[in-house]
């Protein structure tokens, strides 16, 4: 595998095969030294057009723990910001030697075209409204840790499915690992084409978390809505929204007793989900965050040292 651009890119096998590195690499998260040896002498180089806290950090923060030398570099700190073009800053960037770039841009479909400019490998963390491959992954690990084998599982997305990067991902991969996928959005927020998408597609979340729409549902994610990206009136008021979308304390009753939630972050607590769902006992938001770092680690191991294995 030279680059992972998109999780509709990956087979079954090379998916379980990066979750399963995940799961032994998440054994140095408890270690005193935090540090393994197959990255030495590599340098991978975050380059982000686009503002962001949890994937940034874990990715540099795994790049670390495997030995490589890791540099960040922003949009603001750049010869963007004085006009150059993307082309010339990334080719710029990877004349310098670097082994791999971790890009995240505004832009759908601009990490694909980095890819084809240079040499070195790509990952995609995340490029405008088009996908985020190793959210997905972190997001299948979360939900494997508390679910077991994905097979046969029915996940429901719900929220603001036209502007997430997040759900696309999502169901490209639980598919790939036999999952059933329910997306849940008002028809406002439901892209064109979602219907050739390998999922159902449903506008009444009461019916899909009671199990009524498409039987049970195993595992619910909620998804930020992304104010900063619409214009206009996607939907009347906040109120009305959170009303009909968000996950409320009564919503929260109607999933089954071991039913996980997740959401990939940042919330807007009181939106699309309430304090006492992000909070509760079945909330997966910080193990997200926890094997966000596992499995950046085990995507950075696998396309850059080579190797199958690691012994940690």
Known sequence: ????????????????AILDTAERMHAVQTREVKKLPPLRGRTIVNL???????????????????????????AEGSSVSKGESLRDTVLTVAAMGVDALVVRHNASGAVARIAGWV????????????EHPTQALLDAYTLRSRLGDLT????????DITHSRVARSNVLLLATLGARVTLVAPPTLMPSGVHSWPCDVSWDLDDVLSGKASGDVDAVMMLRVQRERMSG???PTE?????????????????????????PGPMNRGLEI??????????MVLEQVQAGVSVRMAVLYRLLSGADEVTV
């Open 233 to 235: 009136g996607y939907f």
């Open 48 to 74: 982000f057009f686009e503002d962001s806290t949890r994937t940034r950090s874990s990715f540099e923060i795994a790049g670390k723990w495997l030995s490589a030398d890791v540099i960040n570099v922003s």
């Open 239 to 263: 109120r009305e929204y959170a009303i009909s979308y968000g996950l409320s304390p009564e919503r929260l009753d109607l999933l089954g007793a071991d039913a996980p939630v997740l959401h």
């Open 152 to 159: 046969d599982r029915h996940v429901a997305i719900v929220g």
């Open 274 to 283: 309430s304090s006492v769902a992000a909070d509760s006992a079945r909330s």
């Open 119 to 130: 040499d070195c490998h790509v990952i995609n963390a995340g490029d405008g409204t088009h």
């Open 1 to 16: 595998m030279k680059h992972l651009l998109s999780a509709g890119d990956l087979s079954r096998d090379e998916a379980l």
